[in-house]
């Protein structure tokens, strides 16, 4: 057993001093200087002038809202009666869809409305100057209509019909004051 541990010990040794005498590698060449070749300056093209923007000329922005005026409905209002009150005239009175359109979830039938609900009226010329209001109110249109046409009442549906399709013309002196 001695002589194993011997053997095995000077092994070690003989492997250690093999490794540890190992020249180290030999260094890499150093690169030989490229010469140096001169090139004559390539001539620098002058820019040419840059045209004169043309001046912008700035549309007036649209505003994309329109005001509204807050109303507490009262006893024996109607749709109709509080938009003719706040638009002038009759006719204009029968654009009540765009209150309903400025005041989502609060009428959900254009005949049934109560004291104490609180509505929004847009003013009628802005909002019939945005075609995002107008594409709201259009929409609500169609829903009054088709509620008067369950209903059994085709020429009320027929009236709102012909005052929708003046709406999305987009044309207010079809809409009398």
Do not use: W
């Amino acid at each position: 057993m001695k002589k194993i541990i011997a053997m095995l010990l000077l092994a070690g040794a003989v492997i250690f001093a093999a490794v540890s005498c190992k020249s180290a590698p030999p260094p890499s060449p150093e690169p030989k200087p490229q010469p140096v070749v001169e090139k004559e300056p390539e001539p620098i093209a002058e820019p040419e002038p840059e045209p004169e923007p043309e001046p912008v000329v700035e549309e007036p922005a649209v505003s994309t809202e329109v005001n509204m005026t807050a109303y507490i409905v009262k006893n024996e209002d109607t749709l109709s009666q509080i938009a003719e009150k706040f638009y002038g005239s009759r006719v204009r009175g029968y654009y009540f869809p765009i209150i309903m359109a400025c005041s989502p979830g609060v009428v959900k039938h254009p005949d049934r409305i109560y004291p104490g609900m609180k509505i929004n009226i847009p003013n009628f010329d802005e909002f019939m100057q945005n075609s995002e209001y107008v594409g709201k109110g259009s929409a609500e249109f169609d829903k009054v209509i088709n509620v008067y046409r369950s209903e059994g009442k085709p020429d009320v549906a027929t009236f709102l019909r012909n005052l929708q399709e003046k709406m999305k013309d987009g044309n207010l002196a079809k809409i009398p004051r």
